[in-house]
Each structure stands twice: as C-alpha cells, then as structure tokens.
C-alpha cells in the first residue's frame, strides 16, 4: 500500500474516477483525492455517487505525466458517506498497477500482456 501511495503522489491529486451506470455504460469523471490512511477520498458529482452505491466496483485512472510513460490504475471497492451535495465516495483500493502499451518477457511472465508493474494485489 505504501508503494501506491507513494506513486498516486508522483501523478498527483486528480485522477479519472470511472465508475458504471444504470445502462452498463462507464461514466468517466475528473476528481480529486485525498489519502486518509490506506483509504482514498474522493469528492464527486451526485452521478458518480449514485453509480458507486449501486454498484461500488471503480477504478481511478492517472494518465501518463509523459509520452511513453507509466499510467497509474487503481481498481477499488467504493462506498458513498454523507448524503446530499456533502456526499463522498471513500474506496479502499484492491489492485494497483502502473501500466503502458508494448510487450516485454518480463511483463508476459507477470502475466500483463503490456508492459505493467504490479503495485497492489
């Protein structure tokens, strides 16, 4: 966790929340986080609430900060505190990856088709 931590720092406070709505479909949303222990705060839109209480499965993107680079994903089960418009989505993350297109042995032998360094689970 520490190591996830430490990454989302790198990328910075506004990743992509990407959530799923009524229909199947995604629905993709800047944020901002806030780390409060091994758990994610996110302030959000009444959209993104509402398909996080439905169904609590997300992820959070960080794209790459250069060409060629690392984005930073993060699949999280996500609960929704408060109600309203002080409504918040807190996620304890599952899984971390920093992930690229493009094939490497090393990557194949992790079992990530691209090039992935697995962060967490």
Not at 14 to 39: F, K, M, N
Not at 63 to 71: H, L, N, R, V
Not at 75 to 103: F, K, N, Y
């Amino acid at each position: 966790m520490d190591q996830l931590r430490e990454e989302s720092a790198r990328f910075g406070i506004h990743p992509y929340l990407l959530t799923t709505g009524d229909d199947g479909r995604p629905h993709a949303v800047a944020v901002s986080i806030e780390w409060q222990g091994d758990r994610i705060l996110i302030s959000t839109g009444t959209r993104s609430t509402a398909n996080v209480a439905a169904r609590p499965l997300l992820s959070l993107l960080w794209p790459p900060t250069e060409a060629g680079g690392y984005s930073l994903i993060v699949d999280g089960d996500g609960g929704v505190i408060g109600s309203g418009p002080d409504a918040r989505i807190l996620v304890t993350p599952t899984r971390g990856v920093l992930h690229r297109p493009g094939t490497s042995s090393a990557s194949a032998a992790r079992g990530c088709g691209s090039d992935c360094i697995p962060l967490l689970g």
